[in-house]
């Protein structure tokens, strides 16, 4: 297996773009296993009762917006909870509202009888002339759980073998920012890949260890020495933002449970993180906001990230 890689997507770079802070929201929704069952069996669900609560949870997103007056830049959803065929209408809505979106796509079956898992950013952006648009970006997932891989392949299904695709790093409203399917950030070579070059990572999941991941998302937190944006199916539970900070910092927000589909809110400070790696040790230690950064933290990447400020 080859090392790595990743190409740079740059995204509306200017100056109505950059931002000091981004305001993430967390999508708090059950993903139900009989949709992801209809998905890959080539009947995904698409009727009334499934896509009302979810657009029902998109116009509270954004009248949140709205109505609090409360910029939200981003919303992350769960691993394989949105299908395919609500791409256009999901797109529509991320550049009526200027609202990004980072989602799992439910299972695509191709002429080959693969089963593609895909994770889907839509980014809005403005030209120069003020007309908005949105930028779709697919990425097919890099490892399959051997989980997810038993069950597909004794429905019949093949599994692609898309260690060779690359990794996407986005600069998007001044913020740099990766994005990891689930069982993705296991890999240790991975999850090395973006040291020193993302504010944030995100991480979509259907993902039943909720133990096992959180030592993963959070050793990443300080080994990236960024924040780490999960979020899980709500009955596994476990969404939260996870911060390069000391325990009792690390975890601002964290969600499970809950019958209605419904999101909370967070800011996470890109300049005060950028500002404190900057430093030497011998400041960095008298924080009370982030952990001192790792060996070798790479300040090229770090260089990189604040003349996107700038």
């Given at each position: 297996m080859r090392t790595p890689a990743y190409d740079e997507i740059t995204v509306g770079i200017g100056a109505t773009d950059l931002h000091d802070h981004i305001q993430v929201a967390l999508?708090?929704?059950?993903?139900?296993e009989e949709?992801?069952?209809a998905s890959y069996l080539g009947a995904p669900r698409l009727g009334r009762a499934r896509l009302k609560?979810?657009?029902?949870?998109?116009?509270?997103?954004s009248q949140y917006r709205n109505h609090a007056k409360r910029r939200i830049d981003l919303v992350v959803f769960p691993e394989v909870s949105v299908p395919h065929a609500w791409e256009s209408m999901l797109s529509s809505w991320v550049r009526r509202h200027r609202i990004g979106v980072v989602?799992?796509?439910?299972?695509?079956?191709?002429?080959?009888?693969?089963?593609?898992?895909?994770?889907?950013?839509l980014l809005?952006?403005?030209?120069?002339?003020?007309?908005?648009?949105?930028?779709?970006?697919?990425?097919?997932?890099?490892f399959y759980s051997p989980e997810e891989e038993f069950i597909l392949r004794n429905e019949g299904l093949r599994t692609p073998k898309p260690k060779n695709s690359n990794h996407h790093l986005f600069r998007w409203?001044?913020?740099?920012?990766?994005?990891?399917?689930?069982?993705?950030?296991?890999?240790?070579?991975?999850?090395?890949l973006f040291k020193g070059h993302v504010d944030f990572?995100?991480?979509?999941?259907?993902?039943?260890?909720t133990s096992y991941f959180s030592n993963i998302v959070e050793s990443a937190a300080r080994d990236l020495h960024c924040y780490v944006i999960q979020v899980n199916d709500s009955g596994f539970g476990d969404s939260r933002v996870v911060s390069p900070s000391k325990s009792e910092r690390m975890n601002p927000l964290r969600i499970k449970g809950g019958d209605n589909l419904t999101f909370l809110t967070m800011s996470l400070d890109?300049?005060?993180l950028r500002v404190h790696q900057r430093k030497g040790y011998g400041l960095q230690k008298e924080s009370r906001d982030f952990k001192p950064t790792p060996p070798d933290f790479p300040m090229s990447g770090l260089r990189k990230r604040m003349s996107l400020g700038e």
């Open positions: 999508a708090n929704i059950p993903v139900d949709n992801i069952e609560p979810f657009t029902t949870l998109l116009n509270e997103i989602c799992g796509l439910e299972h695509r079956i191709n002429f080959k009888g693969t089963a593609l898992n895909e994770v889907l950013a809005p952006h403005q030209s120069a002339t003020g007309h908005w648009s949105c930028l779709p970006v697919h990425r097919l997932k890099r409203r001044g913020a740099s920012f990766a994005i990891y399917n689930c069982f993705e950030l296991a890999s240790i070579e991975d999850r090395a990572i995100v991480a979509t999941e259907f993902n039943r260890d890109l300049k005060a």
